[in-house]
T-cell receptor
Framework: AQKITQTQPGMFVQEKEAVTLDCTYD???????LFWYKQPSSGEMIFLIY??????QNATEGRYSLNFQKARKSANLVISASQLGDSAMYFC?????????????FGDGTTLTVKP | GAVVSQHPSRVICKSGTSVKIECRSL??????MFWYRQFPKQSLMLMAT?????????EQGVEKDKFLINHASLTLSTLTVTSAHPEDSSFYIC????????????FGPGTRLTVL
């Protein structure tokens, strides 16, 4: 079974609107970390936001917030006030256990297109 | 923030030749680095964990004799694709976590390898 599932291959959003990118995960570990990354067409991976499994509050970083629902094993990314520069591929990733951040499993990604 | 560089950014080679890709952490020491592979429009797949001063740890299904990894110093890891074939054409990305960090890792800009 896939450990990280992103069910939306592509999403469209109007500029200035909010958009939610879905991510569900599967793990038996009690301690884990969830990440979202942005990958523009240039290929670089840009870290957006992190949520630890023991964090009680949802993580927020500027226009990015993570809707963490532990019982449902979901970690959706919400982007508020979308901008044209937000058009990119977005990956959800999970690090199991208390291991190094680099040893992560990535989802298949969601391509977000922001329309003017 | 911390910076990771990769060299070269693009390489085209003939089938049967070997290609070396360098990953450097520019302003911090990285005892561990990670090598990922990404096919077009697909997810990142972890290939191996590069450990300074010891052998790399390869993920299941990754041929260690084909993808040679050397972590020569605390700031440099190299990936050598030996006897490259067209199916090795891909985007190779390295990452370097901050020591002891669970949630901070920095990605290199990636290397696009095309094997003719």
């Amino acid at each position: 079974a896939q450990k990280i599932t992103q069910t939306q291959p592509g999403m469209f959003v109007q500029e200035k609107e909010a958009v939610t990118l879905d991510c569900t995960y599967d793990t038996s570990d009690q301690s884990y970390g969830l990440f979202w990354y942005k990958q523009p067409s240039s290929g670089e991976m840009i870290f957006l936001i992190y949520q630890g499994s023991y964090d009680e509050q949802n993580a927020t970083e500027g226009r990015y917030s993570l809707n963490f629902q532990k019982a449902r094993k979901s970690a959706n990314l919400v982007i508020s006030a979308s901008q044209l520069g937000d058009s990119a591929m977005y990956f959800c990733a999970m690090r199991e256990g208390r291991g190094n951040a680099g040893k992560s499993t990535f989802g298949d990604g969601t391509t977000l297109t922001v329309k003017p | 923030g911390a910076v990771v560089s990769q060299h070269p950014s693009r390489v085209i080679c003939k089938s049967g030749t070997s290609v070396k890709i360098e990953c450097r952490s520019l302003d911090f020491q990285a005892t561990t680095m990670f090598w990922y592979r990404q096919f077009p429009k697909q997810s990142l797949m972890l290939m191996a964990t590069s450990n300074e001063g010891s052998k790399a740890t390869y993920e299941q299904g990754v041929e260690k004799d084909k993808f040679l990894i050397n972590h020569a110093s605390l700031t440099l890891s190299t990936l050598t694709v030996t006897s490259a074939h067209p199916e090795d054409s891909s985007f190779y990305i390295c990452s370097a976590p901050l020591a002891g960090s669970y949630n901070e890792q920095f990605f290199g800009p990636g290397t696009r390898l095309t094997v003719l």
